[in-house]
């Protein structure tokens, strides 16, 4: 059972990274999945989704951010272009599969100015 999130690292303002999130045949939901976010000493945001085949992305990342993903090797990713230092967070990959919601371990995204 895992979620197995990377991607994370240290960037410079403007700059991008993308996230991955690797699933297994248990954790992986063609009906949920998405990313959300920690930044220090704020509770976690959300940040996009796919329900069903459908992306969000909260208001703060439309335009910067694409969340996407490849049903065949069951990765979920998020590209995230034009960083700030306000997207400084531990961001974390989430699933809805069979009942049950999964978590996966942080990547940290850390954006300098």
């Known amino acids: 059972v895992q979620l197995q999130a990377s991607g994370g690292g240290l960037v410079q303002s403007g700059g991008s990274l993308r996230l991955s999130c690797k699933a297994s045949?248990?954790?992986?939901?063609?009906?949920?999945m998405g990313w959300y976010r920690q930044a220090p000493g704020k509770q976690r945001e959300w940040v996009a989704t796919f329900r069903g085949s459908t992306p969000t992305l909260t208001d703060s990342v439309k335009g910067r951010f694409t969340i996407s993903r490849d049903v065949r090797s069951k990765s979920l990713y998020l590209q995230m272009n034009s960083l700030k230092p306000e997207d400084t967070a531990d961001y974390y990959c989430?699933?809805?599969?069979?009942?049950?919601?999964?978590w996966g371990q942080g990547t940290l995204v850390t954006v300098s100015s």
């Open positions: 989430t699933s809805r599969s069979g009942g049950r919601e999964f």
């Open positions: 045949s248990i954790t992986w939901s063609n009906y949920f």
